[in-house]
């Protein structure tokens, strides 16, 4: 092997260092290409990716391209100089043994990681000579999986840069026909939805995507840096035959089954709510709202029942019942008051779920228990190994259990295993604003059951895939392939027996093989490799659930036909070797629940190499090219979000699960933006008049006998003195910063010796000796030192300092900010600042054309206006006099302004 190494698992891509507004002009992708072919569900996709150094001295060229989590990488080429170098597939053992050095530098952190929720990202760089070419070839495959009624073939564009010759080439054939067939996502917006055009035959559809550079630039999530997003191919195939459509080719076959014709079963569903304190504030929020929403979709035949757990179990009835409007209400009324709390006690909760199915009769209708959690058991039984064991025995294989891990605190390995052990899947939750739609999306998934124990059987067959099924819904299909033993065989006979509504149907069905081989001659081993495929994921499964020598066993048959065809999978690795450089890459192909990849602040050693000039990425995600090594663009934080969550005890920890190891030179580049000062441009000399827009907060001022509160507007941006009682040493200071709709920071201080300081992340207390941290969202209850407690509740901290007890609330909708309120004042005090009083007395004087209010032995003009009240939650509208900020703050505003907060 000559020279460098680089051992690569999932996915690919490209990069160099420094400064990178000045590499562009360095590195030209000067032709990208994706290439991919659809065959009966299976996808194989080339990206392309030609590169030019354009230094006259070398310099290292980064490849880095996203492709769906489902697929496998099964080539990769380095074309330098007129010399190929070829990725090798190796067992990865054998691959990190070989390659010891490199791993041990650590450089398989970031080639392979997991980006959001169907992307992984692949990336590697090749130092390349002055003035000279690379082309970057990396193929990846994957079967297309039915949901919904429909299969999605997903291809992001991140180039970087934009490219002269950008081509994207999508070749779909379906035997059966097309039934409908839509292209979607972020890349067909704007003008660039131009440069798509989509040819339909019956077969066959044709989807080109051929933008210009100027239209490159031009899309929702796209500027002069060229493309960035996804392309999204929707369809569905005709299916005229009930028995399924079979394809046979080259001594292979598939058989895809997904009757729609058919009644529905009614199901008995339970559902299984972890209702753990981690669960609290939005998590609890959409999965009431979820809740709600799928029990709505629940039809009248329906059965089910509803189980919260903490450490505690509580039924919302013993038994299932019948999904009536009456019970549906009463459920209803349940899932509204459901709120987190204690610990987790997953296995007893489970344990029920099952016992209440059992209790009920199953005649003719298909049983599902569904458990959504967040997180590990940590109450009752928290020994997972004997919790799966309880499960499984306690299932009996009857029903299928199905799992939804929440956010990223779940053991997703233990979720996953659970669900497999009992014939069901683990899905993951994202922790983000659409999780609501992810429970309902899941929901929908197994809402319509037509068959039960469904059976495929087949003659003149061998090393099928999967042949017997629990359950078959509405919109996902059954796919079994297999050998065809004896190739001189003229036909492929199939037999499917399952139960609907209570009683066994038989679908026979035989083709012939000269019937069914359409596959155009250059595709003739797809179906061979897409056996193998699916037998490849079939394995990884199910080896999760076996012991001993026969786990051993299935991954060697996994791995043996990873080598085979070439996969790069969780057992295997592939090696990439490189000119003139000693140095070497390994990388992984991430496993779903899997810890996201962490943030790290550099980037491995092998990107530094000497002489490198820049960093610079070439590739697609499905494609991305360009520079990555930083983008000055608030999309891409928007489409990487990090998130910062705290975690149960309110520990600082970084949550991203989109998070690269380029965002954080993204994020600073961001807030180098945003951190700009905006200064407001006052013409000198307006020739019409200008009515500033004076940024202001409106504060509600509780009127005495009177119906209507007053209002006043404070001019912002000011650090606003809020409370000050100097006889205690007390003051509490607000900021408003990133929102025009309330505070950023309010600090208080006490005495001189303590402080606390309330932003939007974070509640920090500090005296001398000790600091503090707690976070939003996370109960506490024991700060209590020497005439200050601090209460922590859900959207609302409750302060109180000697006889002051002040609330501060979160908002979060829209922007996030906060507000303080005084719920009460110590007797006999007088506090200064804006909160200073309590209420206020006005009259009002009747006889004059405008509102006039006496306010302190002034006449005073008012208007009607509206506030919110930010002293509560739901922010309502409240009705009152506005009236000029010192008609009821004696001073003018530079009285209640602080310089330090
Ligand atoms: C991509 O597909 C187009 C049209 O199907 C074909 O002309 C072209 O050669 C292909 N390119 C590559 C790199 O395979
Ligand atoms: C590279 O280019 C610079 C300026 O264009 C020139 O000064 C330098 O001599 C060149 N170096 C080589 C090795 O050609
Ligand atoms: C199954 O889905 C198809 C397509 O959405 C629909 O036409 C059919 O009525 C559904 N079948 C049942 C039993 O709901
Ligand atoms: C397929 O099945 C045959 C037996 O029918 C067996 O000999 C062969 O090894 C199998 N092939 C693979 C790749 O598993
Ligand atoms: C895997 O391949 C090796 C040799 O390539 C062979 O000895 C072994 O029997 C195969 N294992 C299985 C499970 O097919
Ligand atoms: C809140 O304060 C903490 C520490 O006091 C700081 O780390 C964090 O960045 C602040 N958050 C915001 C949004 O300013
Ligand atoms: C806030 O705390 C005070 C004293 O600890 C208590 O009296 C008051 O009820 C609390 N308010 C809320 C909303 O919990
Ligand atoms: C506010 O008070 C400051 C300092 O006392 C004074 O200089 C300024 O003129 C006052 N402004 C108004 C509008 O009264």
């Not at 020739?687 to 504060?699: E, Y």
């Not at 109180?800 to 309120?821: A, E, M, Q, R, Y």
């Not at 739901?874 to 009285?895: E, Q, T």
Request: aromatic fraction near 8%.
């Amino acid at each position: 092997m000559d020279g460098a190494v680089v051992i690569l698992l999932a996915v690919f891509l490209f990069s160099a260092t420094s400064d990178p507004v000045k590499k562009t002009q360095n590195v030209d992708i000067y032709s990208f290409h994706i290439n991919s072919t659809v065959t009966s569900r299976y996808a194989t996709t080339t990206i392309t990716s030609r590169v030019a150094n354009k230094l006259n001295k070398s310099q290292e060229i980064l490849f880095e391209v996203k492709i769906p989590k489902n697929a496998f990488i099964s080539k990769f080429r380095m074309i330098i100089e007129g010399k190929s170098y070829d990725g090798v597939v190796k067992e990865k053992a054998e691959a990190q043994q070989q390659y010891t050095q490199a791993v041990s530098r650590g450089q398989s952190a970031g080639l392979i990681k997991s980006v959001g929720r169907t992307l992984e990202e692949f990336k590697t760089s090749v130092t390349v000579a002055a003035l000279s070419k690379v082309t970057f070839e990396l193929t990846y495959e994957e079967l297309l999986k039915r949901r919904l009624g429909k299969y999605e073939l997903l291809i992001n564009a991140q180039p970087m840069q934009t490219v002269a010759d950008f081509k994207m080439d999508v070749h779909i054939h379906e035997k059966t026909g097309i039934s409908f067939l839509e292209v979607k996502g972020d890349l067909s917006t704007d003008d660039l939805a131009n440069a798509i055009r989509t040819t339909r035959a019956d077969k066959d559809a044709w989807v080109t995507f051929y933008p210009t550079r100027d239209q490159q630039t031009k899309c929702k999530t796209c500027d002069e840096t060229g493309l960035n997003g996804d392309l999204l191919i929707t369809y569905d195939v005709q299916r005229q035959n009930p028995n399924g459509e079979i394809t046979v080719s080259n001594g292979y076959f598939i058989h895809y089954f997904a009757p729609s014709d058919i009644p529905r079963i009614s199901k008995n569903v339970v559902f299984i709510i972890d209702r753990s304190g981690s669960m609290h504030g939005r998590k609890m929020e959409q999965t009431r709202l979820a809740l709600l929403k799928i029990l709505s979709d629940l039809t009248e035949n329906d059965h089910f029942g509803l189980i919260t757990f903490d450490s505690q179990i509580d039924l919302w009835k013993r038994e299932l019942l019948k999904a009536t409007q009456a019970n549906l209400e009463d459920a209803k009324a349940f899932v509204k008051k459901i709120t987190d709390r204690g610990a987790t006690d997953i296995n007893a909760a489970v344990l029920e779920g099952v016992k209440m199915i059992n209790r009920h009769p199953r005649e003719g209708t298909a049983s599902i228990l569904i458990l959504l959690t967040d997180g590990d058991p940590t109450t009752g039984e928290t020994n997972k190994e004997k919790i799966t064991g309880n499960v499984k025995e306690a299932i009996g294989s009857k029903f299928p259990l199905y799992c939804l891990g929440f956010g990223y605190d779940v053991n997703f390995d233990f979720l996953s295993k659970m669900s497999l052990e009992n014939n069901g899947v683990a899905r993951r939750i994202y922790e983000d604003s659409d999780a609501d739609l992810q429970l309902q999306g899941f929901y929908d998934e197994v809402a319509v059951p037509l068959l039960t124990d469904i059976q495929l059987n087949y003659i003149g067959v061998s090393n099928l895939t999967q042949t017997s099924f629990n359950l078959y819904f509405n919109g996902s299909e059954i796919v079994v392939s297999g050998q065809i033993t004896d190739n001189s065989v003229e036909s492929v006979t199939t037999e499917i027996i399952a139960i609907s509504k209570g009683s066994k149907v038989t679908y026979r069905d035989t083709v012939t093989a000269k019937d069914v081989s359409d596959v155009q001659p250059e595709h003739e081993h797809f179906l061979e490799r897409l056996w193998a495929y699916l037998t490849v994921k079939q394995l990884l499964d199910r080896q999760v659930l076996l012991k001993g020598p026969e786990k051993e066993a299935a991954k060697k048959e996994a791995l043996n036909l990873s080598l085979k065809y070439q996969f790069v999978t969780p057992l295997s690795s592939m090696v990439v070797t490189k000119p003139q450089e000693d140095q070497a890459e390994v990388a992984d192909k991430p496993r779903e629940g899997e810890a996201p990849h962490r943030p790290t602040a550099h980037r491995p050693a092998v990107f530094a190499s000497p002489g490198v000039a820049q960093r610079f990425s070439g590739g697609v995600s499905n494609s991305r090219i360009g520079y990555s090594g930083s983008r000055q663009k608030g999309s891409r934080l928007q489409s990487y979000p990090a998130r910062r969550d705290p975690d149960l005890f309110g520990r600082k920890r970084i949550m991203g699960m989109d998070y690269d190891d380029h965002s954080s030179s993204v994020t600073a580049d961001f807030l180098h933006t945003v951190a700009v000062p905006v200064v407001p441009v006052v013409p000198l000399v307006p020739l019409v008049p200008v009515v500033p827009v004076v940024r202001s907060h409106r504060f509600l001022l509780p009127a005495d006998g009177q119906p209507k509160p007053l209002c006043f507007d404070v001019p912002l941006p000011y650090k606003l003195k809020l409370l000050e009682d100097s006889s205690i040493e007390f003051s509490m200071n607000g900021e408003s910063k990133t929102s025009e709709n309330g505070f950023s920071q309010i600090a208080f201080h006490y005495k001189k010796t303590h402080h606390l300081v309330v932003n939007t992340t974070s509640i920090n207390y500090h005296n001398d000796q000790e600091n503090e941290e707690f976070f939003w969202g996370h109960k506490y209850t024991g700060l209590n030192k020497d005439g200050v407690s601090v209460l922590i509740l859900p959207s609302k901290v409750n302060i109180t300092v000697g006889d002051f007890i002040i609330s501060v609330l979160i908002h979060k909708n829209g922007d996030l900010f906060l507000w303080p309120g005084v719920e009460q004042y110590p007797q006999g005090s007088s506090p200064t600042g804006i909160l200073g009083k309590a209420s206020i007395s006005y009259e009002k004087i009747k006889g004059y054309s405008t509102p006039t209010l006496k306010i302190m032995d002034k006449e005073v003009t008012a208007s009607r206006a509206d506030v919110r009240d930010y002293r509560i939650t739901s922010a309502p509208i409240v009705r009152c006099w506005l009236v000029p900020f010192d008609a009821v703050m004696n001073g003018n505003i530079s009285d209640f302004t602080v310089t330090q907060l």
